[in-house]
């Protein structure tokens, strides 16, 4: 497997973990995050920020605020 692609399957396995974590029971019955902790997501080469939009809905949903901006990766 190239580097390139070693790595876009490492990022997406991180983005499904941290899905998987913030979904769990556990963090559903966890207080839910104070307001002013944001999280700021970043999409790689290619991409937009509906790549994220799972992602943001999560945690949003767990309290967080959260910056999904979109921004030319070319």
């Keep these: ?5 070693r790595l ?3 990022l ?3 983005m499904l973990a941290a899905v998987a ?9 966890s207080p839910p995050a104070r307001k002013a902790e ?3 997501l970043l999409h ?6 509906g790549s994220f ?3 943001e809905e999560v945690l949003e949903r767990s309290g967080y605020v959260v910056v999904n901006a979109d ?3 070319t």
């Design 53 to 55: 939009l799972l992602v």
């Design 8 to 10: 876009r399957a490492a």
């Design 1 to 5: 497997m190239k580097r390139a692609g």
């Design 38 to 40: 944001c999280v700021v």
């Design 21 to 29: 974590v913030a979904a769990s029971p556990a963090a559903a019955e």
């Design 71 to 73: 921004y030319p990766s």
């Design 44 to 49: 790689g080469l290619a991409r937009g920020s």
């Design 12 to 14: 997406y396995g991180a």
